[in-house]
Nanobody, 127 residues
Framework: EVQLLVESGGGSVQAGGSLTLSCEVS???????MAWFRQGPGKEREGVAS???????SYADSVKGRFTISRHGAQNRILLQMNSLRPEDSATYYC?????????????????????WGLGTQVTVST
């Protein structure tokens, strides 16, 4: 069972730049899909990327080809590599654990179906 999620790696970058977010997972996430969500100012929370223990992944259309979600080796860290960042990527990014879902299902809606959340890390992309 996932007990705690802690995000890190946010910051400020110029458009076109890159950032890597990290989510430290406490607990065993075998039955989960781990997902990244984001919420920008005045916007709904949206799913960004997700993966399961088998390595299957799913991405929002807006980030396909630019963002990559992965597991950091044997460590219990979920990474989100973000390249070619745009101002519209500016948001607070949250890590979530979604039990019993495929990566595609985990990104559906606003994440209300996911049971554990981190506190978020801020990403700001300037022009």
């Amino acid at each position: 069972e996932v007990q705690l999620l802690v995000e890190s790696g946010g910051g400020s970058v110029q458009a076109g730049g890159s950032l890597t977010l990290s989510c430290e997972v406490s607990g065993y996430w075998y039955y989960y899909s781990m997902a990244w969500f984001r919420q920008g100012p005045g916007k709904e929370r949206e799913g960004v990327a997700s993966l399961n223990i088998a390595g299957s992944t799913s991405y929002a259309d807006s980030v396909k080809g630019r963002f990559t979600i992965s597991r950091h080796g044997a460590q219990n860290r979920i990474l989100l590599q973000m390249n070619s960042l745009r101002p519209e990527d500016s948001a607070t990014y949250y890590c979530a654990a979604c039990r019993g879902m495929t990566p595609f299902q985990a990104l559906a809606g606003d994440g209300a179906q996911c049971e554990s959340w981190g506190l978020g890390t801020q990403v700001t992309v300037s022009t």
